[in-house]
């Protein structure tokens, strides 16, 4: 997508400028907090800013566009580890209560062993820190500003065919129910989502729906990545008393997971094309609806 005329260099300004102040305020919840809920609002965030320099990409000064890219980037993968062992814990105290007397052994010191590695994570985020971005979104922000008279006659925002691709070879991808394959897809409805959001905000009509059932999907996906998570975390200690019965437990309740997500997923029309508005993918995108059942297992597709 390209800027077409000085209105749009401007909203372009405002959309990165807005997102970036989303990101310095999580920024600073995440410091102070460090918990699930503020590190999960922060790595969102920076996903957001990049969603907009890469929808605006071609007419942002490359040298800034590119470090407030990396500086994002960093800031998210730096938090990755923070976060799955909260969310792996969330799961894990959710089906806490049903566990037989060995199986909630296990889960019990599965649980310090979260609770560590967040609270190491925590005490290294507020003695290092975190990197921030203000400096490189204010040098974006203001070479934008002297670059606005340099504006030219390009088309308008639109659906990146390259992106709506990478859903649909996802989606075909992720018919047998894998853990890897089904992630990869997450990611893909993610990023498009995202991408979708912004051109919403830039004026792109007819993408409300789509955002809609993406987040829905995305929603669905994200529950089964993080059970997927536990799932590689009690098979280390399969070995262990408890650990075989625990890990078929959460094997049966992917399994379940990921019957409900690819009943979904059948029905998910991504939107594909590089018209403005984008059109919807045909059945062809999702798996059938009597197709294979999901596999079971952590890496089923590995």
Do not use: W
């Not at 992720?174 to 394959?181: C, D, I, P």
Request: aromatic share 2%.
């Amino acid at each position: 997508m390209i800027l077409y005329d000085a209105r749009m260099i401007e909203q372009a300004r405002t959309i990165i400028a807005g997102r970036g102040r989303s990101v310095l305020k999580a920024r600073r919840r995440a410091l102070e907090e460090a918990d699930a809920e503020a590190i999960h609002h922060l790595r969102v965030a920076t996903r957001r800013l990049q969603a907009a320099l890469d929808i605006f990409g071609p007419d942002l000064p490359d040298r800034e566009r590119r470090r407030l890219d990396r500086r994002a980037r960093t800031i998210r993968r730096k938090l990755g580890a923070q976060r799955n062992a909260c969310v792996v814990l969330e799961v894990l105290s959710k089906v806490s209560p049903r566990l037989r007397r060995d199986e909630k052994r296990l889960a019990a010191g599965l649980k310090r062993r979260l609770g560590k590695t967040i609270a190491a994570g925590r005490h290294a985020g507020r003695r290092q820190g975190l990197p921030g971005l203000r400096k490189r979104l204010a040098a974006l922000l203001g070479a934008l500003r002297r670059d606005r008279a340099a504006t030219r006659s390009s088309p308008a925002p639109a659906i990146d065919p390259a992106r709506a691709g990478a859903v649909l070879r996802a989606c075909r991808e992720a018919r047998n129910g894998g853990a890897e394959a089904l992630h990869r897809l997450r990611i893909a409805i993610k990023r498009q989502r995202y991408a979708m959001e912004i051109l919403a905000e830039a004026g792109v009509g007819g993408l409300r729906p789509a955002i809609r059932e993406a987040r829905v999907l995305q929603t669905h996906l994200g529950d089964l990545h993080d059970v997927d998570l536990l799932i590689d975390l009690v098979h280390q200690e399969a070995y262990r008393p408890g650990g075989g019965s625990l890990l078929r437990r959460l094997l049966r309740r992917r399994s379940r997971q990921a019957e409900r997500v690819m009943s979904r997923l059948s029905r998910y029309r991504p939107v594909t094309g590089s018209g403005a508005m984008g059109r919807t993918a045909g059945r062809q995108a999702g798996p059938r609806s009597g197709g294979p059942r999901p596999e079971a297992g952590p890496r089923a597709a590995a």
